[in-house]
C-alpha cells in the first residue's frame, strides 16, 4: 500500500499526461457547471428573497430540499432526456462533456440558489428601508443586493463548486467515463479502484483533494480582501 | 455647494386625520397636520408615542390605514425630493464615497457630476478624509454624518430625521445641529424628532408634541416651550416622568 502511495506522488509529479487530461476535463466540467449554475441561481435566489408570493414558504422548502437531489437520480434523469430516444435525442449530447455539465447544473443551482436566497435576503433586511427611502426600483435593487452581497456568495459558489467536484453519480452514467473523452477525477478513481490499478487511483485523489484546497484558500482570500475593501 | 432648486413640489406637506394601526394597536390616531417651508419642525414625545411612525408615513415609507396624506398638493407622490436619516441607519457594503456615489446615481445625478458632489457632500459633513473606508467601519457619530450626507445627495426639499443625535456625544450632536441650520439656511426644509429638549429649543421653528399616537400640540417653539397649552406637554417640558 505504502508502495503504491509513492507510486502516486511519482505519477502525480512526473506530470503524467493521461493523468493531467483527466484532471484538466474534470475542472472544465465542474467550473463551467458552477459558473452557469450561478448564472441561473444568484438571480432565483434574490428574486425569492425579495417577493412575497402565495407558495413562497412551500418554493423555499423545494429549494431546501432540491440541494439533496442524488447524483444518480439526476445522471437517469439527463440520461433518458439526452438518449436517442429522449426528447432532447437529437442534439447527440449523451456521453459528451456537455452532458456533464448539464447534469452538475442541475446539482450545483438549486444549492447557489438557496443559498443565495439566504444572504440575500438578510441584506434585504438590513438594506430594504434605506433603498426605499433612496427610491431605488426592482432591478437596481437586486443588483444592489448582489453586488454589496458578492463576498458572502462566494460561500454558496464554493459549496456548489464542492459538489460539482466531489460528485460521481451523475456524470458517470451520463458522460460514460469514456477515456480521453469524458473521463474525470472521480469516474477515473471509481474506475481504477474497482480495477485494482491503485496508483493511478490514489494519484488521482491526491490531486483532486489539493485542488479543492486550493480553490477553497482562494476564496478565503478573495473574501477577506472583499471585506477589507468594502467592509 | 449645489445650486438652490425651485419651490419644493413636495410642500406643504398635510396629513388629514392620518391614523396607522397595526394588530389591533393604534400607533399613529386621526394626525391633522400641515408643514411648510421655513425653519426646522421638531418632533417630541415619550417613546412610543409614535414619532418614528409619523416620519414614515410623512416620507411616504408606509401607507397610512386612514386619511390622507398630501405633498404640494398630490397624494401619492413619489419621494424624489423628500429624504430621510432613520436612527439606525444601514450603511451600505462600501467605502464612505461609495455611500454617496450610489444616492447620487439613485437620484439621477449625471455621472460627471458625481465625483464633485461626493467631495463636497463629504466636506460638508466633516468626513473629507475618510472617503475611501469601508462604510461600515466608521465609528458611530462618522456613520450618522455619512448617513446624512447620503440623504442630501437625493437634494431634498424636505428632510426628515429621525433622532439624529439619540447616540453621539456632544461634539458629534453639534456637528449634527450644524448642518441642520445651513441646510435650512438653504430652504431645506427639516422635520427632527428628538428626546433633546435643549436641542428642540436650540433647533426648533415650530414644535409638535405627540403623546401616545395624538398629536397634542403643534405651536411655534417660543409659545410651546414659553406656555405649553396642554397638561402632558408641561408635564414633559418640567422633566416629569410621563407615562
Do not use: C
Not at chain 1, 82 to 104: C, D, H, K, W
Not at chain 1, 115 to 140: K, S
Not at chain 1, 194 to 221: C, E, H, P, Q
Amino acid at each position: 500500500m505504502s508502495g503504491d502511495n509513492v507510486s502516486a506522488l511519482q505519477l502525480v509529479l512526473s506530470g503524467d499526461p493521461e493523468l493531467f487530461a483527466i484532471v484538466w476535463l474534470s475542472l472544465e466540467v465542474s467550473l463551467s457547471a458552477v459558473f452557469l449554475a450561478a448564472v441561473i441561481g444568484v438571480p432565483i435566489g434574490a428574486a425569492i428573497a425579495l417577493n412575497r408570493f402565495p407558495g413562497r414558504e412551500t418554493t423555499i422548502v423545494i429549494l431546501n430540499a432540491l440541494m439533496g437531489l442524488p447524483p444518480v437520480v439526476v445522471g437517469l434523469a439527463i440520461y433518458l432526456l439526452l438518449s436517442r430516444s429522449g426528447p432532447l435525442g437529437e442534439f447527440g449530447l449523451l456521453f459528451t462533456p456537455e452532458a456533464m455539465v448539464i447534469a452538475q447544473i442541475l446539482l450545483v443551482a438549486p444549492i447557489i440558489a438557496a443559498l443565495a436566497r439566504q444572504t440575500i435576503e438578510d441584506l434585504w433586511m438590513e438594506y430594504h428601508d434605506e433603498l426605499a427611502a433612496m427610491n431605488v426600483g426592482p432591478f437596481a435593487r437586486i443588483a444592489t443586493l448582489i453586488w454589496d452581497a458578492r463576498f458572502s456568495l462566494v460561500t454558496a459558489l464554493l459549496a456548489g463548486f464542492g459538489r460539482a467536484a466531489a460528485e460521481v453519480g451523475s456524470i458517470l452514467i451520463v458522460g460514460g467515463n469514456i477515456k480521453g473523452f469524458t473521463r474525470t477525477m472521480t469516474t477515473a478513481i471509481a474506475l481504477e479502484t474497482s480495477k485494482g490499478d491503485l496508483v493511478l487511483a490514489i494519484g488521482l485523489g491526491m490531486v483532486l483533494i489539493a485542488i479543492v484546497v486550493i480553490i477553497n484558500a482562494l476564496a478565503w482570500g478573495v473574501r477577506r480582501a472583499g471585506e477589507h475593501y468594502a467592509g | 455647494m449645489k445650486p438652490m432648486r425651485a419651490p419644493a413640489a413636495d410642500l406643504p406637506l398635510t396629513f388629514d386625520e392620518v391614523s396607522v394601526r397595526a394588530r389591533g394597536v393604534t400607533i399613529l390616531d386621526r394626525i391633522k397636520l400641515t408643514l411648510d417651508a421655513g425653519l426646522p419642525t421638531i418632533l417630541i414625545g415619550p417613546n412610543g408615542s409614535g414619532k418614528t411612525t409619523l416620519l414614515r408615513v410623512a416620507m411616504g415609507l408606509l401607507a397610512p390605514s386612514g386619511g390622507r396624506i398630501t405633498w404640494g398638493g398630490r397624494e401619492h407622490a413619489s419621494p424624489d425630493r423628500r429624504a430621510i436619516l432613520f436612527q439606525r441607519p444601514a450603511m451600505l457594503r462600501r467605502s464612505a464615497a461609495g455611500n454617496i456615489r450610489y444616492a447620487l446615481s439613485a437620484a439621477g445625478v449625471p455621472r460627471a457630476e458625481r465625483a464633485a458632489r461626493v467631495d463636497a457632500l463629504l466636506t460638508e459633513v466633516g468626513l473629507a478624509g475618510l472617503a475611501k473606508r469601508p462604510a461600515r467601519r466608521l465609528s458611530g457619530g462618522e456613520q450618522q454624518r455619512l448617513a446624512l450626507a447620503r440623504a442630501l445627495a437625493l437634494d431634498p426639499a424636505v428632510l426628515f430625521l429621525d433622532e439624529p443625535t439619540a447616540s453621539l456625544d456632544p461634539a458629534a450632536t453639534k456637528g449634527i445641529e450644524d448642518i441642520v441650520r445651513s441646510v435650512t439656511a438653504r430652504g431645506v426644509k427639516v422635520v427632527m424628532s428628538t428626546h433633546d429638549l435643549g436641542q428642540a429649543k436650540r433647533l426648533a421653528g415650530d414644535v409638535m408634541f405627540l403623546h401616545r399616537g395624538r398629536l397634542i400640540e403643534h405651536s411655534p417653539a417660543e409659545d410651546f416651550f414659553a406656555a405649553p397649552r396642554s397638561e402632558e406637554a408641561h408635564k414633559f417640558i418640567a422633566g416629569d416622568l410621563l407615562v
